[in-house]
């Protein structure tokens, strides 16, 4: 059974920092894509940041470039996102998720995480 858990949410002040983490089990870790997405109340996921089954190439939102940094430890399997310079808009629920190959649409991730709660105030 594949399990996705997040975890490293938070209430935080504009400007703040915090550290997601993902821990994965049930699969081969290192034969999936990874990406965070996020979903504020009435809204679809937004697509966050990826990162490639090495973990050699990252590929992010505009909104979050510069800001945000995913990596990953296939020893650990374990994904992480960096966040950096919080802002109030990136108040949201995020979501780590697996994939067979890279991508920025939610139908090519297979795998979904229960999802932890990031709140930024101003």
């Known amino acids: 059974q594949v399990q996705l858990v997040e975890s490293g949410g938070g209430l935080v002040q504009a400007g703040a920092s915090l550290r997601l983490s993902c821990a994965a089990s049930?699969?081969?870790?290192?034969?999936?894509?990874m990406g965070w997405f996020r979903q504020a109340p009435g809204k679809e996921h937004e697509f966050v940041a990826g990162i490639t089954r090495s973990g050699l190439s990252t590929y992010y939102a505009d909104s979050v470039k510069g800001r945000f940094t995913t990596s990953r430890d296939n020893a650990k399997n374990t994904v992480y996102l960096q966040m950096n310079s919080l802002r109030p808009e990136d108040t949201s629920i995020y979501y780590c998720?697996?994939?067979?190959?890279?991508?920025?649409?939610?139908?090519?991730?297979?795998?979904w995480g229960q999802g932890t709660q990031v709140t930024v105030s101003s």
């Open positions: 049930g699969l081969t870790f290192s034969n999936y894509a």
């Open positions: 998720a697996a994939a067979r190959g890279p991508g920025t649409r939610s139908a090519l991730y297979n795998y």
